[in-house]
């Protein structure tokens, strides 16, 4: 009973500081799916591109959190800075993560003040943990629980480290706030990147069966059209044929037919990729002309 005292002692948190915190890193995982659709709708974009604006948005994120401190005792303080830079890590990568701790390194640094350095090299310390443990994931397949508080953990071992540099005034410190940094990083890293990966992976899961969908309306559609294309093509191939032999080998008349029957096999070889489309792929509008499907591309034989 003293123990349970003791910690609710340690806790005495101001929820609205948690309620602020919480909701900037809800407004990040807003902000990624809306990022994420965008990227998606304008079609192929360089990943480093990708990874450069969601790094910026994370970093930003960040440094809110940062700004945003939670009250957990008279006069004491703590952030979920390490929050945003392992989400983003999981989800996007280790440039993306990289990018959010560069750009939460440099506010920290501007701040100054004796625990800059610690603070700096704690942020980056964390986004090269988030990168170890996504290839930790990677090789199983996906982000899992045990990655994700696995990770929590590993930044709970950073934070320590950190304040170990700031010597006997860091170790005092932490020995104040260790269990409101535990549950931080528990919680905030563990609880929010599996949520988050989890929500992400949904998306994308939506977003392959709504592929998957677009693509059998298009193949069912093209080998309709190729079917019916075929049909007349070999009236007109028949045709051509028969013209041909009729006509004198070096005429002007039989030049035409032979053209044709060039053109006929041009088609041919349309109907073959009309039913052999494995994936879609478009030619850009231009002037009056829309988007449209590029057959040579999205067929096997291309």
Do not use: C
């Not at 939670?70 to 390490?82: F, H, L, M, S």
């Not at 996906?142 to 700031?166: D, E, K, M, P």
């Amino acid at each position: 009973m003293d123990v349970f005292h003791a910690i609710v002692a340690r806790l005495s948190v101001d929820l609205h500081h948690v309620v602020e915190a919480a909701g900037i890193v809800v407004l990040g995982l807003v902000l990624y799916s809306y990022s994420r659709r965008w990227f998606e709708s304008v079609g192929r974009v360089h990943h480093r591109l990708r990874s450069l604006m969601n790094g910026l948005i994370f970093g930003v994120l960040t440094i809110a959190l940062m700004i945003s401190r939670i009250e957990v005792g008279q006069g004491i303080y703590v952030d979920a800075r390490a929050v945003p830079i392992a989400l983003v890590t999981l989800v996007e990568g280790s440039w993306a993560g990289l990018i959010a701790a560069v750009v939460a390194a440099g506010y920290r640094a501007w701040r100054g003040g004796g625990g800059a350095m610690a603070g700096v090299l704690g942020l980056l310390a964390t986004a090269g943990m988030a990168a170890l443990v996504l290839e930790w994931a990677r090789r199983h397949g996906g982000v899992r629980a045990r990655h994700a508080f696995g990770l929590g953990g590993a930044v709970y071992v950073i934070t320590f480290l950190s304040f170990l540099l700031l010597g006997a005034r860091g170790v005092e410190l932490f020995r104040r706030d260790w269990l409101p940094l535990l549950i931080i990083s528990v919680v905030g890293v563990g609880g929010f990147a599996r949520l988050f990966t989890d929500v992400v992976q949904a998306e994308a899961a939506e977003a392959a069966r709504r592929d998957a969908a677009e693509l059998r309306a298009v193949t069912l559609l093209a080998r309709a059209a190729a079917h019916e294309i075929n049909n007349a093509l070999m009236v007109v191939a028949g045709g051509l044929a028969i013209l041909a032999r009729r006509l004198p080998a070096d005429s002007e008349d039989a030049q035409w037919a032979a053209r044709a029957r060039d053109g006929v096999n041009n088609v041919k070889d349309i109907v073959t990729r009309m039913n052999a489309i494995t994936q879609i792929e478009e030619v850009p509008g231009r002037g009056l002309l829309a988007p449209m499907l590029d057959i040579r591309r999205s067929s096997r034989s291309s």
